[in-house]
């Protein structure tokens, strides 16, 4: 499972970090790495072991986009070749949108063009407050198709505009305030912040966490239905008597620990 080219995937006691692991390149991407991240991501979301994934780069830099060879090799297709391309890119960003369990992005150093859109698809992310951001496409000719879904939904479509038709770059803390990033840190303090969110997300029933997150996908802005409200009903109806819900009511009457929670 670890044997890959561009990526690096390490598990500890339930956490997997999904390193992008091409240093000398800035962690850009091409379709050896988009096929290795739709592999890794598929394993990932069948291990019920994983209950939370970190999305990393090493180096200096997160991710600085895509890979000027690959984006070459691209204006060389034809139309439906660079339509297989994009679809799958797009099939990159549903998986890790749709990933069943938490995902936490931790960013430093680049984030540009389709690296802020893996930003955007993961459910909270932290980075460095000299981090630095860009929707680049415009710059050179292109656009930011693909990713722009999940762009908005994470900034809104007001900042989006901006930002994807500009293509200027912004900080670290303009990407919390925007609320691409839950928080923002110096870069000395960003491993330590880590560890908190880790441990912080350690408390939490593994199976709690996984309903959450697919109906919090289904709530959407949150527009009641009929539908909907069964859902959400049904939803706190089944868990409650779940083997985890009925630990964790236990834990939390009889004062002690629930068993997700010990070493």
């Not at 780069?57 to 297709?77: E, N, P």
């Not at 389709?114 to 929707?135: E, H, K, N, P």
């Not at 670290?172 to 110096?186: K, N, P, Q, T």
Request: some cysteine.
């Amino acid at each position: 499972m670890n044997d890959f080219e561009t990526l690096q995937l390490e598990m500890d006691n339930g956490i997997a970090t999904l390193w992008l692991n091409r240093p000398d390149k800035h962690n850009a991407f091409n379709a050896e790495m988009i096929r290795e991240l739709i592999q890794v991501l598929t394993a990932v979301a069948g291990d019920k072991s994983v209950r939370v994934l970190l999305l990393r780069g090493r180096g200096r830099h997160f991710s600085a986009g895509a890979d000027l060879a690959w984006m070459q090799h691209s204006a060389t297709l034809d139309y439906d070749a660079n339509l297989s391309d994009a679809h799958e890119l797009g099939e990159l960003m549903e998986h890790l949108y749709r990933l069943p369990l938490p995902t936490l992005a931790v960013v430093q150093g680049a984030a540009f063009g389709g690296a802020l859109g893996l930003v955007a698809c993961c459910d909270m992310a932290i980075g460095a407050r000299d981090a630095q951001f860009s929707l680049s496409e415009v710059r050179i000719g292109l656009a930011p198709a693909v990713i722009s879904p999940y762009v908005v939904q994470a900034i809104g479509e007001r900042a989006s505009r901006r930002y994807a038709l500009t293509a200027e770059r912004f900080s670290g803390e303009r990407a919390r305030e925007l609320g691409l990033l839950a928080e923002c840190y110096a870069t000395e303090e960003l491993e330590a912040a880590l560890h908190h969110w880790i441990d912080n997300l350690r408390l939490n029933s593994p199976r709690a966490m996984r309903v959450t997150k697919a109906l919090l996908s289904e709530v959407g802005p949150g527009a009641l239905s009929p539908p909907l409200r069964e859902r959400c009903e049904s939803t706190i109806a089944a868990i409650r008597i779940s083997a985890e819900g009925q630990e964790g009511l236990d834990a939390f009457l009889n004062k002690r620990k629930p068993a997700w929670q010990e070493p």
